[in-house]
């Protein structure tokens, strides 16, 4: 057992070294403790959770814009895989990876939705949870991102969280324009027939409810219709 230990800690030592995330563990105390079960049982752990992430980062070098992430719980160490810095508009390993980089990027107006998210599995209310939000980056560009977290738990409780994070940006700029199709006339970018009667539906059933008047100004324009 002890044996597996050193093991462990020399495996951990060569991947930082490579570069592959991985989240320290605090070996001395493993050491200090020496519970066969419970040491083949983190010395598991790890290893099914370095071999997902690694998986991640494997199939997020195939897909555009994506990045991955690691936090263990109870050493507070968290780890990003590079293009989760990009997404974050961080240059790759300058800064010190932890969570609050992605909370301090993320909008005001979606930070505390995203906190309640992650503080749900953290919890133990969730098993995971999903978000899109916005990420406001110091030059004041706006991107649209997906986020996935999970817990992963040993015996003694919470061990990590690992969460896959991916720029929907363009997909975003490509739904809205979707929707601006569907609602506007595309000669004066004004609101086509079907969004006006919606518009119309929803203000008259306003207008019920508040047993209040409503009135629509037509207009004409002489010629218009050649132009």
């Known amino acids: 057992e002890q044996a597996l230990v050193d093991r462990v800690a020399h495996r951990a030592a060569v991947a930082r070294e490579r570069h592959i995330p991985v989240e320290g563990w605090d070996f001395n105390r493993m050491r200090a403790s020496y519970n066969p079960a419970r040491i083949a049982g983190y010395a598991l752990a790890w290893r099914q959770g370095s071999a997902r992430l690694r998986q991640y980062a494997a199939s997020l070098r195939n ?8 936090a263990d719980i109870a050493a507070e160490k968290s780890t990003l895989v590079e293009e989760t810095y990009r997404i974050l508009g961080f240059e790759p ?7 609050s980089l992605a909370m301090g990027r993320t909008h005001a107006e979606d930070r505390e939705t995203l906190r309640v998210k992650l503080d749900s599995v953290i919890n133990g209310d969730a098993l995971s949870a999903e978000l899109e939000y916005r ?8 991107r649209w991102v997906h986020t996935k ?11 990590r969280m690992t969460g896959v994070l991916q720029d929907i940006s363009e997909r975003r700029a490509y739904e809205a324009r979707l929707a601006e199709i569907a609602s506007h006339d ?3 970018g004004l609101y086509n027939r079907a969004k ?7 203000e008259v059933a306003l207008a019920r409810r508040r047993q209040g008047h409503l009135a629509v ?3 004409d324009l002489d010629g218009f219709k050649p132009i």
């Open 149 to 159: 977290a999970e817990m992963e738990y040993h015996d003694t409780g919470p061990l």
């Open 196 to 202: 006006f009667m919606e518009c119309l539906v929803a």
């Open 63 to 70: 897909h555009h814009r994506r990045g991955a992430s690691a």
């Open 217 to 219: 100004l037509y207009l």
């Open 93 to 99: 390993y300058t800064v010190k990876p932890r969570t």
């Open 135 to 142: 990420v406001h980056l110091p030059d004041d560009e706006i």
């Open 186 to 188: 595309s000669l004066t």
